[in-house]
């Protein structure tokens, strides 16, 4: 335990979660991360990457043998990365958290008499190594499959909820271990993230103030306002 002035406080850890439906961008926003990345390619879809990545990007590819002995494996790729690769890079991209739980869960279902623990030993092994990569102090920058669920407003009215697809227990724990959760989504042919919840979209921002950014701009800060490129496409018609 220590005790410190207010101004030596630490900055927010740059912790980023990005859940979606499948293209609409999660991948592609890894292009532009600055500095040197490496990238953990957990549900195949790194081709994305092949055309457009950032320079000096190193990809982690699981095999088949890796995927059998998930629970094994990826606290030895954790020790790899902390060991080999931690002081050469400035991002980790683990692409996506939902696909993990569910190999760890095919591979330690049915292991114990009650299938309620294997539920919690997964929830226990997903936030153990979440918790340690939050501890490299690096921009960490994680995608997840969306989930839709129905509940009711205050008013009684039957709405859709937008969240992380992710055990219950285990999404409450992880979001809450990320100063950045975004929903990405495509409006007018245009790839972006919401980061202002509204309700519905069970999203925070903790590091700034942008409600909305393009895809390729969420490391760079800059803020993408609902209706600018409307009103600038407008103009420049008009002004033809």
Known sequence: MKIIDADQIESAKQMYLVFGEPGTGKTYAVKNLPGKTIYVALDGTESILKK?????????????????????????LL????RKYLKQVDNIVFDN???LQDMVMAQ?????????????????LIKKWVIRIRSWNKL???TAWEERTSSYSQTGDQVTLFDVKLNGKLRSSIKGLFTVVGRTFIHNGEHLIQ????????????IDNRKFCRVEDLFTGKEYIPGQVEE???TEKEGK
């Not at 020790?79 to 902390?82: H, P």
């Not at 330690?108 to 226990?124: A, V, Y």
């Open 79 to 82: 020790t790899t990365i902390e």
């Open 140 to 142: 960490v920058y994680m």
């Open 195 to 206: 980061l202002e919840p509204d309700g519905r979209r069970l999203v925070k921002n903790q």
């Open 52 to 76: 457009q990545h950032p320079q000096g990007l190193k990809v982690v590819i699981l095999e088949k043998n890796d995927v059998s002995d998930i629970v094994k494996n990826f606290d030895l």
């Open 232 to 234: 600038k496409q407008q």
């Open 108 to 124: 330690i279902k049915g292991t114990s008499k009650d299938g309620r623990m294997d539920w919690g030993r997964m929830q226990d």
């Open 97 to 99: 958290i939902s696909y």
